[in-house]
């Protein structure tokens, strides 16, 4: 059954329900807060996003998954970028009915997955089994209700027999444009910020629930987005949706916006360009993206209804029997999400000839600067691709005859791997080297020797990076094999060497404490302190980020949350002062080299601690793993579709 703008009345029993039924009483509690003068200005002033007015942009709603046909759902909602919800659209997928935790953990436990923290914009880094922003997916599942992490990564293709395209995609190019598929697993408790993606994309809900609160894309003056250029279609509102400070975004009031919550099983529609911010409930929450290309911006090619006639009967598709897929990830090594989509290019390619033939010339210039990122040599072999006839002109003709694979080639010419989330060196670009140099030596140059353990507390609890590139980066230091790295052994320029790799990309690094802004960035250098040079107070700031001053100043935070973020923060205090052991001297371990320096004082008891925290945590997962084992079901009950009482 459809239903035109159900999702405005649908709500009861929700936590967002009753942020909406707020907005409709909000002017009785302005009374009491503001005078009439500027009652306009203070509804909903620091509150959350929602309560400046009431929800007014429509989300239609199917019952059933086959109500639209491709053709339909092309034309009444992808040309139009309407948002559309399907209601038990994936209670057909198997990974509704199997992806229990313990068939998790069994059939894909060994793909690796990358991670994000849970909180959208926190700045602790996100820490998993291989490192900074990498986990397996089964220490993840196992470890999921404790975790401070999210899986925000590429679907590993191994899963994709579990997930299907929804029968309005299952001809055309909705079939065949797909450009990546993304898995988001947590438990529970996330949220992001407002922000808006460059692809269509179909988000269908596995296990627990999320509400989605969708804003048109018009409206990119009142959410404050500021693009780079026309074609920049994805990027951040800098409106704190948890806060919305009105004076400073007053804008933000006179935002029209929908609301819809996503049950497991059900499935949503984003078109590319629209804002919106996700929150998510349950204990464990997972969700697969379907991103398509742009076809409503392709100027002529839209959408080829020729596979979709009237003899055709919609269907679901299973992701593996869609070789077309463009970027694809195997579940290890490097991965391709966000990579440039061919729709994308094809649509700013003819914006400027207005469908006509384009020259390598006009190509070259193209506003949308496609090609002048690109060096030369690059720049040929993509016009080479392009120019399927070699005519000297790239036509619609050329381009629906180039092929799936030579469109990986073009993409990654034009837009080389720069994400480095999507690699294993993304721990290298998130620990600036100067920072990570000061906190060794001082460590070192104060306790004189550390052991492995002691080693990997400091660079773990004080530096904030991951055991697993820790225990490298000792092994390094200890070339001699003695169990133990002392200052002494630092003197032949050991520890630069070592830490090379955090100097891969310079500019990455530059990022993390310099402005932004041409005219801004000479004296943001000019200004900057080397870590070395700071004094303990100093480096203590810079490790954590924050004084007691911010936490004091911070309006987002209630008196309970601000207290306890206070408390929190004399504690890393009181840690990180222990690790660093004082201040010390670069220079302080020359006259002591052979002391046989006790290891159990300061960063032994902080050691203590963390092993203690640890083998709780430690603990807690054994305790999870023990009653899988008890109630893990046979093969044959998991493929029954039979859902076991221990479903996640």
């Given at each position: 059954m459809y239903s035109p703008g159900m999702e405005l009345n649908r709500y009861t029993t929700s936590a967002v329900t009753l942020l909406v039924f707020s907005c409709l009483l909000i002017d009785l509690v302005c009374v009491s807060h503001a005078s009439d003068s500027d009652s306009d200005l203070l509804r909903g002033h620091l509150e959350p996003f929602g309560y400046q007015r009431a929800a007014d942009y429509p989300i239609d709603v199917y019952e059933d998954p086959f109500a639209l046909t491709p053709t339909q759902f092309y034309e009444q909602y992808v040309a139009t970028r309407r948002p559309l919800v399907f209601r038990g659209g994936a209670k057909h997928f198997n990974a509704f009915s199997q992806w229990t935790k313990e068939r998790l953990i069994k059939k894909y436990g060994q793909l690796e997955l990358r991670i994000e923290p849970r909180k959208d914009g926190s700045s602790k880094n996100p820490i998993g089994a291989l490192g900074m922003g990498r986990d397996y997916l089964g220490h993840f599942v196992k470890t999921i209700e404790v975790s401070d992490n999210y899986v925000v990564s590429e679907l590993p293709t191994p899963m994709y027999g579990d997930i299907e395209l929804l029968p309005c995609m299952s001809c055309g190019r909705l079939r065949n444009g797909v450009s990546e598929v993304n898995l988001w697993m947590s438990g529970g408790g996330t949220r992001s910020r407002l922000h808006r993606d460059a692809f269509n994309a179909i988000n269908c809900q596995i296990r627990g629930t999320k509400d989605w609160i969708m804003i048109p894309p018009n409206q990119s003056d009142n959410v404050y987005f500021k693009p780079g250029s026309e074609w920049e279609m994805g990027g951040l509102s800098p409106i704190n949706t948890d806060s919305v400070d009105l004076k400073k975004y007053p804008r933000a009031r006179d935002v029209p916006w929908g609301i819809t919550t996503l049950e497991q099983g059900d499935c949503i529609y984003i078109p590319g360009g629209h804002y919106h911010q996700v929150r998510?409930?349950?204990?464990?929450?997972?969700?697969?993206?379907?991103?398509?290309?742009?076809?409503?911006?392709?100027?002529?090619?839209?959408?080829?209804?020729?596979?979709?006639?009237?003899?055709?009967?919609?269907?679901?598709?299973?992701?593996?029997?869609?070789?077309?897929?463009?970027?694809?990830?195997?579940?290890?090594?490097?991965?391709?999400?966000?990579?440039?989509?061919?729709?994308?290019?094809?649509?700013?390619?003819?914006?400027?000839?207005?469908?006509?033939p384009i020259s390598k010339k006009d190509l070259m210039e193209n506003e949308a600067g496609l090609l002048t990122a690109a060096d030369q040599q690059s720049a040929e072999q993509v016009w080479r691709v392009l120019?399927?006839?070699?005519?000297?002109?790239?036509?619609?003709?050329?381009?629906?005859?180039?092929?799936?694979?030579?469109?990986?080639?073009?993409?990654?010419?034009?837009?080389?791997?720069?994400?480095?989330?999507?690699?294993?060196?993304?721990?290298?670009?998130?620990?600036?080297?100067?920072?990570?140099?000061?906190?060794?030596?001082?460590?070192?140059?104060?306790?004189?020797?550390?052991?492995?353990?002691?080693?990997?507390?400091?660079?773990?609890?004080l530096v904030g990076g991951s055991a697993y590139y820790g225990e490298r980066i000792f092994k390094q230091l200890d070339k001699e094999e003695k169990g133990a790295v002392t200052f002494a052994s630092l003197k032949d320029g050991r520890l630069e060497d070592v830490l090379q790799p955090f100097l891969m990309q310079e500019e990455e690094a530059a990022g993390n404490h310099y402005a932004d802004g041409d005219g801004e960035m000479d004296a943001a250098r000019e200004e900057y302190v080397r870590p070395e040079e700071m004094d303990p107070a100093e480096l203590v700031h810079r490790v954590i980020g924050v004084n007691e001053r911010d936490i004091e100043r911070d309006t987002t935070l209630s008196g309970q949350e601000r207290d306890a973020a206070l408390e929190t923060y004399h504690e890393r205090v009181e840690n990180i002062n222990s690790l660093l052991g004082g201040r010390g001297d670069t220079e302080a371990g020359d006259d002591d080299d052979d002391d046989d320096t006790d290891e159990t004082g300061r960063v032994g008891d902080v050691y203590r601690r963390h092993l203690e925290r640890i083998e709780r945590e430690n603990a807690e997962v054994d305790d999870m793993a023990t009653e899988l084992e008890e109630v893990t079901p046979s093969d044959d009950d998991s493929e029954s579709g039979v859902r076991p009482d221990n479903e996640l």
């Open positions: 998510s409930y349950g204990f464990t929450n997972i969700a697969v993206s379907v991103l398509f290309t742009r076809l409503e911006l392709d100027f002529g090619l839209g959408f080829d209804s020729s596979e979709c006639d009237d003899s055709f009967t919609p269907t679901y598709v299973p992701l593996d029997t869609i070789p077309e897929i463009l970027w694809q990830y195997p579940g290890r090594g490097m991965m391709t999400m966000g990579n440039m989509d061919s729709g994308m290019f094809v649509a700013a390619a003819f914006t400027a000839s207005k469908g006509k120019d399927t006839d070699a005519d000297g002109m790239m036509s619609y003709s050329d381009v629906k005859n180039i092929s799936r694979e030579s469109w990986r080639v073009v993409c990654r010419l034009l837009e080389p791997d720069t994400v480095y989330s999507n690699s294993y060196d993304y721990e290298y670009t998130q620990l600036d080297y100067d920072t990570v140099r000061a906190l060794l030596r001082h460590s070192l140059s104060n306790h004189k020797s550390m052991d492995r353990d002691a080693f990997l507390t400091v660079y773990t609890e």
